[in-house]
Structure formats: structure tokens, C-alpha cells
């Protein structure tokens, strides 16, 4: 049973769609967590949220909105995608703010 | 101040050695200092924590330094294995806030 399951894996698109990735946890934690990975393998924080609710947007730009129907669900939906967002992104949830974060296994966005 | 410096960039061990890796923070708030490891093609997985009420940390071939006086920890691996080659990177996080920031990593290799 995956704990933290993202979809989809992999995803290649145009320049200016619009695309979604899916992340669903069954660990029972309250915050969830989006990150992007370039291609130098640097992990930055994109967003957490906790209960459902945003607390934290890291200066993302407006083309991301996560949204987070029930604590077990965090999606991400990007617009206008660009060049620039080919990155893996991994989402990943917590028990607490400040414990072990379980990390899917990452999307890898590819904008052509 | 929210930066994690972490080094080497790279490191290449021989079988039955110690990997050495180092990160330094400046943010005294920070309380919890993870370990992430990182397999081509998955998400990070903790490897080892450490919090800063303690100078020492270890679990089976892995250990943490921790030196809080002079704001960095360490990773050793003892005994390293080619299977150990990953990507590792230290991070941090404090209690009041809901972002762990991470280290650039650090990619190990392991000569069998």
C-alpha cells in the first residue's frame, strides 16, 4: 500500500497548457507539502498546507494553485505552463509541521 | 538565514568506507535536522534525524554529528556500500513554521 501516491509519473506537454498532478496520502497526517525538483537536484518548498488549508506559498508564481478537497488530498494545477516549470515535483506529507515527511515518487513535468 | 549549506557536491568512497558529509545553517531556530536519501527515479525517504538537544545520533551504519555552538551536523557513513549510492541531502525545519529547507544534496558513490 503506497503511503504517499502521486499521478500522473510522468507528464510531457506544450508550452501554454494547462495541466493537473494528483497526490493522495493514507497515513492519516494533516500537512501536506509540494516541492520542486530542477535539474540540478535541488528541493525547494512550493506550498504547505495543513487541514486543508494553505500556509505557506513559497513566491510561486500565480499559474500554480494547489487546491485540498479533504486532508488526504493535495493537487496542483498549473497554467500556462512554461519551459522553465520542467522540474520533478514530489508532493509529500507530515504527521506534524516539524517531524519525517513521506515524499511520492515525484512527477516529472517536461514542457516542449 | 534560512539557507542549509551542505558539501561535498559529490563524493566517491571506496567499498568499506566512511562517507563523510557536512551542512551548516545560520537560522538558531531551526529544531529538527533530517536526513533525506534519494534513489534515481524515488522520492527522498528519511534516513536518519537528529534533534538539537542531543550531539550524537546513530542507527546501525549511520550517524549524526551534531554541533550546535558552531550551527552544523554531519552524516557518517560507516562501512559505506555500493547500495548506499544515492543522493543525500540535510535539512532543516523549526517547530513554528511548516517548510523543511533543504541542502543542495550531495551525490555518493560507492566503488565496489
Known amino acids: 500500500d503506497t503511503a504517499v501516491s502521486q499521478t500522473p509519473k510522468y507528464l510531457v506537454t506544450q508550452m501554454g497548457n494547462d495541466k493537473s498532478i494528483k497526490c493522495e496520502q493514507n497515513l492519516g497526517h494533516d500537512t501536506m507539502y509540494w516541492y520542486k525538483q530542477d535539474s540540478k537536484k535541488f528541493l525547494k518548498i512550493m506550498f504547505s498546507?495543513?487541514?486543508?488549508?494553505?500556509?505557506i506559498n513559497e513566491t510561486v508564481p500565480n499559474r500554480f494553485s494547489p487546491k485540498s478537497p479533504d486532508k488526504a488530498h493535495l493537487n496542483l494545477h498549473i497554467n500556462s505552463l512554461e519551459l522553465g516549470d520542467s522540474a520533478v515535483y514530489f508532493c509529500?506529507?507530515?504527521?506534524?509541521?516539524?517531524?519525517?515527511?513521506?515524499f511520492g515518487q515525484g512527477t516529472r513535468l517536461t514542457v516542449v | 538565514q534560512q539557507q542549509v549549506k551542505q558539501s561535498p557536491q559529490s563524493l566517491i568512497v571506496q567499498k568499506g568506507g566512511i562517507s563523510i558529509i557536512n551542512c551548516a545553517y545560520e537560522n538558531t531556530a531551526f529544531d529538527y535536522f533530517p536526513w533525506y536519501q534519494q534513489f534515481p527515479g524515488k522520492g527522498p525517504a528519511l534516513l536518519i534525524a537528529?534533534?538539537?538537544?542531543?550531539s550524537e545520533k546513530k542507527e546501525g551504519r549511520f550517524t549524526i554529528s551534531f554541533n550546535k555552538s558552531a550551527k552544523q551536523f554531519s552524516l557518517h557513513i560507516m562501512d559505506s556500500q555500493p547500495g548506499d549510492s544515492a543522493t543525500y541531502f540535510c535539512?532543516?525545519?523549526?517547530?513554528?513554521?511548516?517548510?523543511?529547507?533543504f541542502g543542495a544534496g550531495t551525490r555518493l558513490f560507492v566503488k565496489a
Open positions: 535539512a532543516a525545519s523549526n517547530a513554528g513554521g511548516f517548510k523543511t529547507i
Open positions: 509529500a506529507s507530515s504527521q506534524y509541521r516539524n517531524t519525517e515527511a513521506f
Open positions: 537528529i534533534r538539537p538537544d542531543v
Open positions: 498546507y495543513n487541514n486543508k488549508e494553505l500556509i
